[in-house]
């Protein structure tokens, strides 16, 4: 039996849920609605051949490297990029955490800190949010000296529910935590806060940011981490050596280089304050503030109300059978036409 030579860890594991519908308004996975600008597609087949397919990617990332360093304002050799932030979530796992040890994450947030946890053999602690999912530090503070656990997760703004904890509330738990603390920032570009200028005083601190959001490749699979050297080198150690292909290097250097997401970023920062106040107006429906590209709603039948919206070509992100987001559906920013779209058929379905 297969069954019998699967890794314990690994047996009862589920895949990762997606959902396959496909629908003309695509507002369930906090992508951008934008495509690549004009000037990079009009430049592709020249990005490409500079990236020289034949041969093997950079391992090190070195010539994007150098683009985030200026961007993210840190030196190169504290940056590590990734397939995907995911996959720099699993190398913190690979580098630092064995069977036994506790890893800490809000809930409801990202799934992932707790798929990897288990994939890795250790134990998951969800801390619950208080009350409209705000960070309670006392309580993970708590959860801190209680489990001396190797690696906390926070996710500021948080997914799904768009919520922010301050920095100084951040140093508190940092203070307290003798493992990594990570931060997650994927959607740190719809906020504008960061943590990265406390990386040279807490050789602990590892921040995560991807190029799927505000950046708009998603499907290009970059995400990028910034920590101490010391963190760095043991990332590298179990790093696969050539975890993001030449292409993708190229083209995140592109967007990077290209300064597009500027404007796009004013667009979905404004068209959520927009959608936000519209959404708020709709009986029955109560909107949760967002400081990220998403929108957190909580209605009286949430499963109903995600089918009809697919029966109008919108599909949002569902959270059946999660225990702390019940009635909740996660809607991605869109564009205006979208929003608009969205804000008639919700207003429709409501009455
Ligand atoms: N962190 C958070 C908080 C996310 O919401 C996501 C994507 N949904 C990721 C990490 C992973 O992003 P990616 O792997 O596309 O970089």
Redesign the pocket.
């Known amino acids: 039996m297969i069954k019998d030579l699967v890794r314990r860890d690994v047996v009862n594991l589920k895949n990762y849920q997606v959902h396959m519908q496909q629908c003309k308004y695509k507002m369930d ?2 992508e951008s609605p934008f495509d690549l600008p004009e000037d990079i597609y009009a430049r592709l087949s020249e990005v490409i051949r500079n990236a020289r397919p034949n041969i093997y990617p950079d391992p090190l990332a070195t010539r994007l490297r150098g683009a985030i360093s200026a961007y993210a304002g840190v030196n190169a050799d504290n940056i590590i990029v990734g397939n ?4 720099l ?1 699993h190398g913190i796992m690979n580098s630092f955490v064995e069977r036994e040890d506790f890893v800490l994450y809000p809930e409801p947030s ?1 799934s ?1 800190y707790r798929i990897y946890t288990l994939i890795a053999g250790a134990k998951p602690i969800g801390i619950p949010l208080g009350e409209d999912f705000q960070y309670h530090v006392g309580t993970f503070i708590e959860a801190v000296n209680k489990y001396a656990p190797k690696v906390v997760f926070l ?1 500021v703004p948080n ?1 799904p529910t768009g919520n922010v904890l301050s920095k100084e509330a951040i140093v508190d738990i940092l203070e307290s935590v003798k493992g990594l603390l990570v931060v ?1 920032e ?2 740190y570009e719809f906020y504008g806060e960061t943590v990265v200028d406390l990386i040279g005083k807490y050789p602990n601190l590892v921040i ?1 940011r ?3 959001k505000a950046m708009g490749i ?1 499907g290009l ?1 970059v ?1 990028y981490l910034i920590s101490s050297n010391e963190v760095i080198d043991e990332l590298y150690k179990t790093k696969s050596p050539y975890n993001i292909n030449s292409v993708s290097q190229a083209v995140a250097y592109e967007v990077l280089k290209s300064g597009i997401y500027k404007e796009r970023l004013n667009y979905i920062i404004s068209e959520r304050n927009r959608l936000f106040n519209r959404l708020k107006e709709i009986k029955g429906v109560k909107a949760y503030p967002s400081a990220a590209n998403f929108i957190l709603i909580r209605v009286a039948d949430a499963e109903k109300v995600h089918q009809k919206l697919i029966e109008k070509d919108i599909l949002v992100r569902s959270f059946k059978g999660d225990p702390y987001l019940n009635d909740c559906l996660r809607i991605t920013v869109g564009t205006a036409e979208a929003n608009e779209h969205l804000i008639k058929s919700l207003r429709e379905i409501m009455q």
């Open positions: 996975a906090n995907g932030s995911d996959d979530i990202f992932m996710c997914n997650d994927a959607y995560l991807t190029f799927s998603a699979r995400g």
